[in-house]
């Protein structure tokens, strides 16, 4: 339908005003003609036709106002809804002419911005998620930064120290204790630094942990045999208490052996001199729970929780290893989702966590 046709199409506003005014003209016409054949004087059949103009007058009103005034006051009072941003209003229009489509399209108008709304919305609070991501990276960068630089500080300075010390000197045992001093701190270094490598590639989740069924029990007797009993000198006393079944998990075999070696390397670093060192696995119907006991000085609960945060130390204590231990425990143990903790028992500290056992 092209645009003349549309102006003249018999459901347009246009159309309907034109056909409603020479309706009630011809009306008035109509009631002339009759009310002056009517035999009664000229006086009583001119009030009538004023009676019958005054109430084709009201009748047109009020066909113009449901045709008109109606449907604008329903379009304003929506548009005005709009202006104020609540685009839930709806026109409930449902004539064919100018003013239903005019609904129609504020309708669509409207749906079309509370979608843009929303979408906006969302975008804004997932920008603000990502600022205060970014500014919560960008804290522990910083920090980051500030404690490797720290942790660095003390092997770079034995280093530079017994590095000098070498210049000049010829007594070859020296020599040779400088030596050992100087790749000690090498290797400190490198401890610390594939240690914070590994600890980052595990929060990014760049680090992919396998899935492969295994006795559980083997690995923690291979682990302590190895740090605990396989060593020629001995400063505590150690107990140990596992099933004698095997005892299988699903879980990434050297990412759990790390997570035994480094809490039985913890306990073995604090433990007192001739303490004692009491190493457990019990078994339940679903899950199984490792636990290792040092001997050591108490500690103050609120550090408990300190304890599996990078380069954390206790107070008054060795500062020999990288500090990142309990950490990539912390974060393996929270990839696998299972309950970890460390709590003061009677005359020490026990490290303890769970696993689910498969068949």
Not at 52 to 75: E, N, Q, T, W, Y
Request: glycine letters at 6%; proline letters at 3%.
């Amino acid at each position: 339908m092209n645009k003349k046709e549309k102006i003249y199409n018999l459901y347009s506003v246009r159309k309907k005003t034109m056909i409603l005014s020479k309706l009630a003209g011809g009306m008035l016409v109509l009631f002339y003609l009759v009310t002056e054949d009517l035999p009664m004087s000229r006086n009583a059949s001119f009030w009538i036709w004023f009676t019958l103009l005054i109430a084709v007058i009201i009748g047109v009103d009020c066909l113009l106002g449901r045709l008109i005034s109606k449907p604008l006051h329903k379009i304003n009072d929506t548009a005005k809804q709009m202006a104020e941003l609540d685009f839930s209003a709806h026109c409930d229009i449902q004539t064919k002419d100018e003013f239903g489509e005019l609904s129609k399209s504020l309708n669509t108008m409207s749906s079309n911005l509370q979608e843009a709304l929303d979408k906006l919305e969302a975008a804004n609070s997932q920008l603000e998620k990502d600022v205060a991501h970014e500014r919560i990276l960008l804290h522990e960068r910083r920090e980051l930064v500030d404690r490797l630089s720290h942790e660095m500080k003390t092997p770079l300075g034995l280093i530079r120290a017994y590095t000098e010390g070498l210049d000049g000197e010829i007594d070859s045992e020296k020599r040779q204790q400088y030596m050992n001093a100087i790749l000690d701190a090498i290797e400190r270094m490198d401890d610390l630094i594939i240690s914070l490598l590994d600890l980052s590639a595990l929060e990014s989740g760049v680090a992919k942990l396998a899935k492969e069924r295994f006795d559980f029990i083997e690995l923690v007797e291979t682990v302590a045999g190895r740090l605990l009993l396989d060593t020629p000198e001995t400063n505590y006393v150690f107990h140990y208490e596992l099933p004698e079944d095997k005892v299988f998990i699903l879980a990434d075999r050297q990412r759990m052996e790390q997570v035994v070696n480094n809490l039985i390397g913890n306990a073995k670093k604090y433990a007192d001199t001739n303490g004692e060192i009491r190493l457990s696995v019990i078994c339940g119907q679903e899950r199984l729970c490792f636990s290792i006991f040092n001997q050591c000085k108490p500690i103050p609960v609120d550090e408990l929780t300190k304890l599996w945060g990078k380069f954390y130390r206790r107070q008054n204590q060795s500062s020999k290893g990288s500090g990142l231990g309990l950490a990539i425990v912390a974060q393996v143990l929270s990839i696998y989702n299972v309950p970890y903790g460390a709590r003061c028992v009677e005359h020490g500290v026990e490290f303890f966590f769970e696993f689910p056992i498969v068949k």
